[in-house]
């Protein structure tokens, strides 16, 4: 059993900054990679930043230069600070944790709302 929470979602303008949080718990042997993802009204989850154990990072191209993600392994935690914030952006950003082999499996949090405003 694995708990994937996320927090930091909120109100803001744009140019403003905000920093989510993304916590596992519960049975988390072999977390391999930890992802954001967001989803906006009426269009599809898109995957918005990506790291592994090994602190490798990918980032959407809408974000690049502008999102960080970052990991505490020891904590199971994830963070993402987002600087620059646009009206785009505005989503609910969820937490995606990937397990390694030979575990395996997917979870997922119940999603943070950012809301940014003109």
């Known amino acids: 059993q694995v708990r994937v929470v996320e927090s930091g979602g909120g109100l803001v303008q744009a140019g403003g900054s905000l920093n989510l949080s993304c916590a596992a718990s519960?049975?988390?042997?072999?977390?391999?990679?930890m992802d954001w993802y967001r989803q906006a009204p009426g269009k599809q989850r898109e995957l918005v930043a990506t790291?592994?154990?090994?602190?490798?990072?990918n980032y959407a191209a809408s974000v690049k230069g502008r999102f960080t993600i970052s990991r505490e392994n020891a904590k199971n935690t994830m963070y993402l600070e987002m600087n620059g914030l646009r009206p785009e952006d505005t989503a609910v950003y969820y937490c995606?944790?990937?397990?390694?082999?030979?575990?395996?499996?997917?979870?997922w949090g119940q999603g943070t709302q950012v809301t940014v405003s003109s």
């Open positions: 995606n944790v990937v397990f390694s082999w030979p575990r395996g499996g997917v979870y």
């Open positions: 519960g049975n988390t042997f072999g977390i391999n990679a």
């Open positions: 790291i592994t154990n090994g602190g490798s990072t």
